[in-house]
């Protein structure tokens, strides 16, 4: 039985889907006025991991991750750049595949861009009204009435009376309420036409929140099992959607929501707000897009992930011993297919039960690559098929070891390697070995070395990769 911890119980609860053997999954997506950080690739890749393994359980997953495409950051940079909404969206929406097929990350089975869904979220917004749970302030705005809702804070464990003016919350003098967020934003003189749409409530664009409950219901209906995001969104994004779509639609909105945990750089969250980010593009110039995706799944995904490079370097070794068991074909590993009575499968299955805890199920592919190297039987194919289900070890074995996992900017420093020279070298040591002139066998080990190429003796032969 999987067992996933539900953020709004604070427990972890035996999943039981809405309908039996389908999964409705939505997962919040990014704001395209930038390139994606390392934050935002723990949120691809963590969710893309959950997708895989209920599929892989047997489930029927239909899995929504949104795309914001219109929001105040987005209006700022593209008038600062004197480029259209439009053009500056679609640049950062191609850069963020690009990125997220570097990582391995499974497209999702639908991505909504907000900007197509504009009248569902005016329909919500009109149930609200409707209800009594939203008004329009004097500044031409809609606004939910957060102390209508009875329910509010039931995620984020906030008190109403808690949420003081000023600290969470702007005050803002059309509000009725200080708490009260905005649904329908008016439209401003100096905003562009592109960023506005006609309504009955004036010329506007949605507010954030109303967004994401109007792409999750109409793609999903009007309950879906697993919401997730990063611990960020919490509170107040998730908490406003909880208020606004459980108002308007008279259902339980979630059945079980999941956030990951922060990526902290310095103990401190790694934020743009705080200046210390790092694009994915920047780390992929220093390190291999599957040492990054290694390194997130490592941790839990409730944990927080602590960011430096030098525990990519980490992740990097040890991405190149688990691709080192795996022999040295020029050819990716044939994906066997998994006998889950198998101790090792069991061990595997079971971590992944238990709230998708990849740390332990990695423990079970190390495990399996200390076998494959003691040449015990059938460990090579076994890690290679649960490696398969984490997104992992999908390459051939010799391309990866003589790459050496390094990221885009020290492939371009050092050039691509002279395979036919290495090689030739290689022979040569083996012949000096051979003859018993080990001199030359380690100048010939020193060559290389000092040209950032590393020789592994085996039992089978020698094998190379770059440092």
Known sequence: MLRVFNTLSRAKEDFVPLEPGRVRMYVCGMTVYDFCHVGHARVMVVFD????????SGYAVTYVR????IEDKIIRRAVDNNETIHALTG???AAMHEDADALGVQRPDHEPRATDYVPQMLGLIDLLEGKGLAYRAADGDVNFAVRRFAAYGRLSGKSLDDLRAGERVAVDS???DPLDFVLWKAAKPD???????????????????IECSAMATSLLGNTIDIHGGGADLQFPHHENEIAQSEGALNDQFVRYWMHNGFVRVDDEKMSKSLGNFFTIREVLKKFDAEVIRLFILRAHYRSPLNYSDAHLEDARQSLLRLYGALGDGAQPLQVASINWSDIACARFREAMDD??????AMSVLFELAADANRGVAGAREQLRALASVLGLLGRAPQAVRQSGLAGSEANQSTGSPDTARIEALIAERAAAKKAKRFQDADRIRAELLAQAIVLEDTPAGTSWRCA
């Open 91 to 93: 640049r950062f929406i």
């Open 355 to 360: 709230d998708f805890n990849t740390p332990v």
């Open 66 to 69: 949104n795309i914001t495409d």
């Open 191 to 209: 905003e562009p036409a592109e960023a506005r749409w006609p309504s009955t409530h004036g010329d506007g664009r949605p507010g954030w929140h």
């Open 174 to 176: 059309a509000k009725q």
């Open 49 to 56: 991991a959950v997708q895989r393994w209920l599929r892989q």
